[in-house]
Nanobody, 129 residues
């Protein structure tokens, strides 16, 4: 059974930085695509970034491109999200999610929450102005 645990959320000022981690267990980690999503109060869950099993393919939403970086270390079954130049509109609960995809690259629909099978419990990120 796949388990994902996020950590690293908290409070930051606008312009500051935070780093999130997503630790996985119960899977052959390198065979899974991992995505980060976020959900603000009253809004739908939205795509933030995704990374392929090897780590060689990544993509991110336009709203965070150039500010957020996704990476992974398969040796420790962990995916990271480094968030720089934070804005108040980045305030949300951040979730990591995984799906099995044992081929190179990112799968079709990697930006859609319904295409992921396992989810973490989420970690709150709050950015003050």
């Amino acid at each position: 059974q796949v388990q994902l645990v996020e950590s690293g959320g908290g409070l930051a000022q606008a312009g500051g930085s935070l780093g999130l981690s997503c630790a996985a267990s119960g899977l052959t980690f390198s065979r899974y695509t991992v995505g980060w999503f976020r959900q603000a109060p009253g809004k739908e869950r939205e795509f933030v970034a995704a990374i392929s099993g090897s780590g060689r393919s990544t993509n991110s939403a336009g709203s965070v491109k150039g500010r957020f970086t996704i990476s992974r270390d398969n040796a420790v079954n962990t995916v990271y999200l480094q968030m720089n130049s934070l804005k108040p509109e980045d305030t949300a609960v951040y979730y990591c999610a995984s799906r099995y995809y044992n081929v190179p690259g990112l799968p079709d629909g990697y930006g859609l929450p319904e295409n992921y099978d396992s989810w973490g419990q989420g970690t709150q990120v709050t950015v003050s102005s």
